[in-house]
């Protein structure tokens, strides 16, 4: 083996040190502690309620790995973590790393998993049972979605009045860039009732929910409504359910919507073989941890469910084209 392929697996091999540490300083709220003028570790574990040498430990590596600098025994934040890792910042990305740290325990569980074939912190008790879990899933994932949520709304470009069903929307992103783009068009986010009361939160101030309401269900159990919509949008959903509960929501978005309507399904995708993009087969891995169905799927099975459901016209488009974790929409339309 030569030594730069030995290195690249070590580097793999300790990666969790690095991703953990950062976790663990967003979820404690250490880098809010650490702006402008900075802090010393003293400070910072008296403030936090913590170790003053565990904390002087923790402090030296966020700085060893760039995510803090430290001078004369003062800790500041860089100006990557000032950016995306400060609650203030209007591109925090902090939610999703709390998120990111509560799934740890379930990625510990893998040999488990993989012996019987059960999550042992299934996501649906993750959802009811933790707030914590909860409030860093929906934040977070509302915070990944925006880029992501705009050009799928412009690559569709519906421009007449309408309405759109956001299936399991989550924190509305998806439904909120549709409504943006269209004034005309009125918007129905359907999740469960703990999620919604987390979503309303998030457009308090937005001018869109004048043109958007919230149904409160279970998408398994929960109607769509006949002939109502023009658009129903599963996005991110599809990879927690196994392919016969995702045939059955095509068939209730089918049911949905009016003649000409259009039905999208966004998610991560793989190739035929199964291994690629490397971030969908590790994201698949994702769903197998803590769901009990769920895994990432072709644009092959996709299609298949969708035609299965009496779609037609069905077009496939890349969303975020070249970044490591681009996913992608299939269109069908109801004739």
Not at 92 to 109: K, R, T, V
Not at 136 to 141: A, E, F, N, Q
Not at 144 to 172: M, N, R, T, Y
């Amino acid at each position: 083996m030569k030594n730069n392929e030995k290195e690249k697996i070590g580097k793999l091999i300790l990666g969790y040190r690095k991703a953990k540490i950062l976790f663990v300083a967003v979820s404690l709220g250490v880098f809010s502690l650490t702006r402008e003028a900075g802090s010393g570790f003293r400070r910072v574990a008296r403030l936090l309620g913590v170790n003053q040498r565990a904390m002087e430990i923790f402090l030296d590596a966020l700085a060893a790995t760039g995510f803090l600098e430290k001078k004369s025994g003062f800790y500041r934040n860089t100006e990557i973590t000032g950016r995306f890792l400060v609650p203030e910042s209007p591109e925090y990305l902090g939610h999703n790393l709390i998120y990111q740290n509560i799934i740890w325990d379930a990625w510990s569980g893998l040999e488990e998993v993989l012996k019987t074939g059960k999550p042992r912190f299934p996501l649906r008790s993750l959802l009811s049972e933790r707030e914590d879990f909860l409030r860093g899933y929906i934040r977070g994932m509302g915070d990944i979605a925006v880029k992501p949520a705009a050009e799928i709304a412009e690559i569709i470009g519906f421009s007449g009045p309408g309405k759109i069903l956001d299936v399991g929307g989550g924190p509305g992103a998806y439904a909120a860039a549709f409504l943006k783009r269209n004034k005309n068009l009125r918007g129905v986010i359907l999740d469960l009732p703990e999620t919604l009361g987390i979503t309303r939160g998030l457009f308090k101030k937005d001018p869109v929910l004048e043109r958007l309401s919230f149904q409160e269900g279970d998408y398994h159990k929960t109607f769509f409504g006949k002939n109502k919509y023009d658009i129903v949008l599963f996005s991110n959903v599809t990879h927690d359910e196994g392919p016969e509960e995702n045939l059955a929501l095509f068939r209730k978005a089918f049911s949905a919507l009016r003649r000409g309507g259009r039905v999208i399904a966004h998610d991560f995708m793989l190739d035929e073989t199964g291994t690629s993009p490397e971030f969908a087969a590790l994201f698949s891995v994702h769903m197998l941890v803590y769901t009990n169905k769920g895994r990432v799927y072709s644009e092959k099975e996709y299609g298949k469910w969708i035609k299965k459901a009496g779609f037609t016209a069905l077009f496939s488009r890349e969303i975020c084209r070249g970044s490591d974790n681009s996913s992608r929409i299939i269109v069908g339309k109801k004739p």
